[in-house]
Antibody
Framework: QITLKESGPTLVKPTQTLTLTCTFSGFSLSTSGVGVGWIRQPPGKALEWLALIYWNDDKRYSPSLKSRLTITKDTSKNQVVLTMTNMDPVDTATYYC??????????WGQGTLVTVSS | SYELTQPPSVSVSPGQTARITCSGD??????AYWYQQKSGQAPVLVIYEDSKRPSGIPERFSGSSSGTMATLTISGAQVEDEADYYC???????????FGTGTKVTVL
């Protein structure tokens, strides 16, 4: 059974750096073809893809946010970490991590709401 | 940056057919995927690789793709199908993923 869970601060101040951790079970991020991605959703708005890391440490970022994002993995801990710098109130959203295989995100975490406010 | 465009809303009566479109320039070369998101929940994959249905997804959900448009069809829509639906794909390079603008489906 594949499960993922996001963790991190629920409130950050403008200009601060957000660090989110995705802890997963039921699969290995050293298995060929497997990836873990991050997707966010502002309240009442659409899903937005942020970043993806593959089993071989290949990384992909949203072109519009690339300068602010870093994604890393710790295979031994079954964790993927996303950092986003220079947070702004428009970055207020529910942040999801998800398991990716064969081109699609098949399993998702429950999401974590991050509010950016002073 | 690459975009996938969907109609904001679709309304159908129970038992009727709902069709949701997704338009994108790279769709002739890239697969479309469809997600259902009910209020307060994480998205659920309902169609992958244009037209394949994951196990556990009702047969009334089907997908197709032609040219620059992919379509999700709900045949005989049920009240429980009320949700937001998002298409998903990648740009022509395959390096960057994108979700569609989302469609709210109302069944009443």
């Amino acid at each position: 059974q594949i499960t993922l869970k996001e963790s991190g601060p629920t409130l950050v101040k403008p200009t601060q750096t957000l660090t989110l951790t995705c802890t997963f079970s039921g699969f290995s991020l050293s298995t060929s073809g497997v990836g873990v991605g991050w997707i966010r959703q502002p309240p009442g708005k659409a899903l937005e893809w942020l970043a993806l890391i593959y089993w071989n440490d290949d990384k992909r970022y949203s072109p519009s946010l690339k300068s602010r994002l870093t994604i890393t993995k710790d295979t031994s801990k079954n964790q993927v970490v996303l950092t986003m710098t220079n947070m702004d109130p428009v970055d207020t959203a529910t942040y999801y991590c998800a398991h990716r295989a064969r081109g699609s995100y098949n399993y998702w975490g429950q999401g974590t709401l991050v509010t950016v406010s002073s | 940056s690459y975009e996938l465009t969907q109609p904001p809303s679709v309304s159908v009566s129970p038992g009727q057919t709902a069709r949701i479109t997704c338009s994108g320039d790279a769709l002739p070369k890239k697969y479309a995927y469809w997600y259902q998101q009910k209020s307060g929940q994480a998205p659920v994959l309902v169609i992958y690789e244009d037209s394949k249905r994951p196990s556990g997804i009702p047969e009334r959900f089907s997908g197709s793709s032609s040219g620059t448009m992919a379509t999700l069809t709900i045949s005989g829509a049920q009240v429980e199908d009320e949700a937001d639906y998002y298409c998903y794909s990648t740009d022509s390079s395959g390096n960057h993923s994108v979700f569609g603008t989302g469609t709210k489906v109302t069944v009443l």
